[in-house]
């Protein structure tokens, strides 16, 4: 099984894949369009690897963290999610946006995905929360989530307002949990204009 290569990339291919040889033998690595990005052929590279196995074919998957490759194989892990819509995930959502996107139930982020519906979306929800070290977001308790539905209301106003996914979600993330969402969408607002104006 092969946990990890260190070696020379010898060809990139804009599909999604690099070739790295090591000791002098060549090792065929799926990569996130990211990882790609700095894969440049002649350089030296590391990458955390998948071994991939079924019984028709292998294949490897590269991560340029431990992170990402844990997360890869809590995603293939979930019903119905393959190697190629985990690498999909991963290549649109971080492990650490992920961990929000699941903590936070927000659906529309994960349907930024290619090959993912709203239906699947709401099912990979429930599955990775299982999956994956997602936190208890402040204000979500056994006694109500006053506070997490004030801040899919802000959310949903921010979008309404033209605001991308990760500049809502980023900002969302420092907002003091609250179930007065007039006030959240107040500092948010705040927030994002000090952003863009700096």
Known sequence: MIGSLRGSVLERDLTGSVLIEVAGVGYV??????????????????????????????????????????????????????????????????????VDIVASGDVGSLTLVPGVGKKTAERLLIELKERLHVPVLEGVGPSGSGGSSAMADVREALAGLGYGDAEIRDTLRELQSTDDAASLLRDALKLLGARRAG
Request: a negative charge; zero cysteines.
């Open 29 to 98: 690595v799926n990569v996130t369009q990211r990882a790609l990005a700095e894969l440049e052929p002649s350089s030296q590279a590391f990458l955390y690897v998948h071994h991939h196995i079924r019984e028709d074919a292998q294949a490897l998957f590269g991560f340029l963290t431990r992170d990402e490759r844990m997360t890869f194989q809590s995603l293939i892990a979930a019903h119905g999610v393959g190697p190629t819509l985990a690498l999909a995930i991963l290549a649109t959502h971080p492990p650490t946006a992920l």
